[in-house]
């Protein structure tokens, strides 16, 4: 099986602003630019998993046919005091919204999201201890 290689670029702008940009011309902005605030690339780490996690979590729960009307993945981090200051903790919050989404669903897809698919997840777990918490949120009430 063929390796698939990722490229992005990072160019400096001023300051500690850099912009990051990929092939396919997405791009982030990375330090304070122009008084205009932007993220960190410890905090685009985190970004990375709520997104790769994310993205699990809806398959997952469309697959099982669960009524998903919305999520947001929250995450904090919490950074080794020495250098080079890597996460040792990380604590997830998925808040899934829905009407009638069974609990037992969303934490198998959490379960799987964290053990087999998110490739994010698996490079943090060796500095890092991932907590994983949930709520499910009927939008109606």
């Known amino acids: 099986m063929a390796e ?3 490229e992005i670029e990072a160019e400096w702008q001023s300051g500690g602003a850099f912009i990051g940009r990929n092939v396919a011309g997405g791009i982030v902005q990375m330090g304070t630019l122009a008084d205009n605030p932007g993220i960190s690339p410890m905090e685009l ?6 997104g790769c996690t994310g993205v699990d979590i809806v398959d997952i729960l469309v697959k099982k046919r ?5 999520l947001k993945v929250k995450v904090r981090g919490k950074k080794a005091e020495d250098f080079p200051k890597v996460y ?13 989404i069974d609990p037992k669903a ?18 943090l777990r060796s500095s890092a201890d991932i907590r994983s918490t949930y709520q499910i949120i009927d939008p109606d009430v």
Do not use: N
Request: charged letters at 30%; one cysteine or more; proline letters at 2%.
């Open 4 to 6: 698939q290689w990722r």
């Open 45 to 50: 780490v985190l970004v990375g998993l709520a």
């Open 66 to 70: 669960q009524p998903l009307r919305g």
């Open 88 to 100: 040792r903790e990380i604590e997830v919050e998925y808040l899934i919204f829905g009407k009638d």
């Open 106 to 123: 969303v934490e198998h897809a959490i379960r799987l999201s964290e053990e087999k698919y998110c490739s994010v997840s698996a490079m």
